[in-house]
């Protein structure tokens, strides 16, 4: 399974963004696709999740109501769309995939593939 993660950039804060996850290979139907960030010297952290085969969404509570996941199976792509960004928004986001247990939905060791990191720079 390879994820391609695309879309990051430089916006002001109050923009919008809106991250893409390219998931091809032999991916699970019943796989979780999630997006991480990660600062320099902090742990990735958990933004939101979302199962191929539907089901329930997740976010992390920093994010909630300003960004949404989605999936468009017909073109094997997750989306992370990014509203009202404030600059502690700024990192690298990365995209995850893996067979995950529900409660082990918001933790990076539960996933076994990872694509590359895109940077998100929100200025002030």
């Known amino acids: 399974v390879q994820l391609q993660a695309s879309g990051g950039g430089l916006v002001q804060a109050g923009g919008s963004l809106r991250l893409s996850c390219v998931v091809s290979?032999?991916?699970?139907?019943?796989?979780?696709i999630a997006w991480f960030r990660q600062t320099p010297g902090k742990e990735r952290a958990f933004v939101a999740a979302?199962?191929?085969?539907?089901?329930?969404?997740y976010y992390s509570d920093s994010v909630k109501g300003r960004f949404t996941i989605s999936r468009d199976n017909a073109k094997n792509t997750v989306y992370l769309q990014m509203n009202s960004l404030k600059p502690e928004d700024t990192a690298d986001y990365y995209c995850?995939?893996?067979?995950?247990?529900?409660?082990?939905?918001?933790?990076?060791?539960?996933?076994?593939?990872w694509g590359q990191g895109t940077l998100v720079t929100v200025s002030s």
């Open positions: 290979g032999r991916a699970s139907s019943r796989y979780t």
């Open positions: 995850a995939a893996g067979n995950v247990i529900t409660s082990a939905t918001r933790q990076p060791q539960a996933y076994n593939y």
């Open positions: 979302i199962r191929t085969s539907g089901g329930p969404i």
